[in-house]
């Protein structure tokens, strides 16, 4: 496979993905068309903040599996056109945790101390001891926007120095947020109680801007450290506040345009410390984010799960191998029972039997949905698979049960509408050989690959040998088969698994006979 990277990554996650066997094409000064160029036949990219992922770059990306973004933030990269590509996107939230973590409380400390400004003026020959009068942290109440896992880790760091912690983060729960020390709040609450602000929010049309004058005015006296995400704090406002004694200081590490502009107002006031977004600038962070994001890169051309994966199902990885034989077994069961309805699939329901029901299976429902729609002739893959069902106005639900009457472990896939429903189970036998062993409430036996003809037919003597005689006629070879009736002389289905191509004639031909039913061709495994 060929991985493009268009932002410096470490050493160590380009190691990774060439002892795996894979081509690492750098192009760090790509953009516009050149960039679009390169990436046309890129099976893997790998990006940092500096590389717009935008739906002109999916276009041109027709054999894009995976964008890896080497860190947290994913405000470049279009997460809604990747899933409507079939493009995993995964970044690496761990590698560079304790980093930011620690930069936020150091900036923290030099806002409290007026550490680099008292820095810069003994530099200057000035011994200016009296003019900075500090902070203390202890005893202290810490404001913490957005509890997440750089959150948390600032929230524990800060609570260990006796800091008092509220927070704000209407995705988390009290019971884990008390685990912390934490007191969750509402927005406002938090500002106002907040002696030192810290933002750990992602950036959102949501979020963009959600912190101007008036909620500044809500934190007055206190300070304000942003090692987040640039955009979310209204610039100007706060260099005004700090500016007019609103604040008594600020420390940003991000900033809503990168590089800052040399006529930032932010730039003009002492008590606003600036850094260039050095957050995640440790040697081991760079590392860890690296390894991350090219471990995970190298997991999805392996369809293996990609543990940090934004738009795509995911599965634990000691879990995986108990999973994955399943999934193929549940694509074709989808592909199957959509060729079978041979109308328009309004519903879909994949339910578990027997052991598989205690697995976490997101990734094996959207691999069913993938096999109900490939036929179809969309561009379907288990990552877009779910929002093709919802785009589409398609149900689906899921269920589980322990209990199964005939098998370890049961899959069944069901696809249907308003008039009808066609119903096809898959297990596997003796490990992983897998088998459909029942298609619309008949018993069969049948192996999925290749190339199948299902027929419908009155039980009757003379039936599969007329089968047999068109398709020989037709020389198309059938490489095995099983019948299975509901009650002697009632309805039988057979699945024949056939080695060629099954014309429209020969179909034609059975269907002429008032003994056969039904006929359906079809085709597995992409041939």
Not at 38 to 49: F, M, N, P, Q, T
Not at 137 to 151: A, N
Not at 225 to 248: F, P
């Amino acid at each position: 496979m060929k991985v493009l990277v268009t932002d410096p990554i470490a050493d160590a996650g380009l190691d990774v993905l060439r002892d795996a066997g894979h081509e690492v094409e750098t192009g760090y000064e790509l953009e516009g068309d050149d960039l679009l160029e390169a990436v046309s036949d890129a099976h893997g990219l790998i990006v940092r903040s500096g590389t717009e992922v935008d739906e002109t770059l999916f276009e041109a990306a027709e054999e894009l599996v995976i964008v890896g973004r080497a860190g947290i933030g994913v405000d470049n990269i279009d997460i809604e056109a990747a899933t409507d590509h079939g493009v995993i996107v995964a970044n690496a939230p761990e590698g560079n945790v304790r980093a930011a973590a620690e930069h936020t409380v150091a900036m923290t400390f030099a806002t409290a101390r007026s550490v680099p400004q008292a820095h810069i003026r003994l530099k200057n020959g000035e011994w200016a001891k009296s003019d900075y009068l500090g902070a203390e942290l202890d005893g202290k109440t810490l404001g913490v926007v957005g509890l997440g896992r750089v959150g948390q880790e600032v929230a524990k760091k800060l609570d260990s120095l006796g800091m008092d912690i509220v927070a704000f983060d209407p995705y988390i729960s009290e019971e884990r947020a008390d685990r912390l020390g934490a007191e969750l709040v509402d927005f406002e609450p938090c500002l106002e109680r907040a002696d030192f602000l810290t933002i750990h929010t992602p950036l959102t049309p949501e979020t963009e801007g959600m912190i101007g004058a008036e909620e500044l005015d809500l934190l007055e006296g206190g300070y304000l450290v942003n090692v987040g995400r640039g955009g979310i704090v209204q610039e100007d406002a706060l260099a005004a506040k700090v500016e007019d004694g609103t604040l008594s200081g600020a420390a940003l590490d991000v900033f809503a345009e990168e590089p800052l502009a040399e006529d930032s107002p932010l730039l003009e006031h002492d008590d606003v410390i600036v850094t260039p977004h050095l957050g995640a600038s440790t040697e081991a962070a760079q590392e860890n984010v690296a390894v991350s994001t090219a471990e995970q890169v190298a997991a999805a051309f392996l369809d293996e799960p990609v543990a940090n994966a934004l738009n795509a199902p995911s599965i634990d990885e000691s879990a995986f191998p108990r999973v994955k034989p399943y999934i193929d077994i549940a694509e074709t069961a989808g592909k199957v029972a959509a060729q079978l309805l041979e109308s328009r699939t309004e519903r879909v329901e994949v339910s578990y039997e027997g052991e598989i029901a205690d697995e976490d299976l997101e990734f094996v429902t959207a691999s069913a949905l993938k096999g109900v729609f490939e036929p179809l002739e969309w561009q379907v893959n288990a990552v877009n698979a779910p929002q093709i069902a919802k785009d589409r106005g398609v149900e689906v639900t899921e269920s589980k049960t322990r209990q199964a009457a005939d098998f370890q472990s049961l899959i069944s896939v069901t696809v249907g509408n308003g008039d009808e429903e066609i119903s096809v189970d898959g297990t596997l036998f003796a490990g992983e050989d897998p088998r459909i062993v029942r298609i619309d409430g008949y018993r069969v036996d049948a192996i999925p690959h290749g190339k199948m003809v299902v027929t419908r037919n009155t039980d009757e003597p003379g039936v599969i040998g007329l089968i047999g005689s068109v398709m020989g006629k037709y020389d198309v070879n059938i490489a095995g088969m099983f019948n299975a009736r509901e009650t002697i002389g009632g309805e039988a289905l057979t699945v024949y698994n056939v080695d060629g191509l099954v014309p429209e004639e020969a179909k034609q031909e059975l269907n002429e006979d008032d003994r056969i039913l039904g006929v359906d061709y079809i085709v597995l495994n992409g041939q």
